[in-house]
């Protein structure tokens, strides 16, 4: 039945708690918790990198690079206008710093890990055996039955 039909049918106490317990199923299903523990900890990673920027990466450009107030006092200045392109420097570095990090853990260090586990060879069970041992003892004896036809592996 349509799910729509069916919440139109029933009492509007009843729609209340039949959307209510729906909610429910959707908000504390695994994936939902998992990814909100995700945007979390993304934020406060975002915040360190945001930090590690602004605090100690750009201002040693700074110091490097000529200028009166470090990274933050590069403008150019058209028809009296400010452009701060030194904010937005710091920015894409801070951006940068985040996409690699990024990279590095989700598609290295996270694809190691998933290499790892599927080279790690998990010993059959007794069933898997005995399914194993029939599987073969029927391909050999259709193998007999029929000697101008071979068995394909699939």
Known sequence: MDPLKRLESLEPAKKAF???EEF???AFRGNVVDL???VIIGAAFG????????????PILGVILPGKQGYLGWKLIIN?????YGIFLGELVNFTIVAFALFLFI???????MRSRKEETVPMTK???LLTEIRDLVRE???KAEPDHPVSDA
């Open 18 to 20: 039949s959307l209510l």
């Open 24 to 26: 429910k199923a959707f």
């Open 36 to 38: 909100a523990v995700g």
């Open 47 to 58: 915040k360190i990198v945001d930090s590690l920027v602004k605090n100690v990466i750009m």
């Open 80 to 84: 009296g206008k400010e452009i701060p």
């Open 107 to 113: 598609v290295k260090f996270l694809g190691w890990i």
């Open 127 to 129: 069933q898997e055996e």
């Open 141 to 143: 004896k259709v193998a």
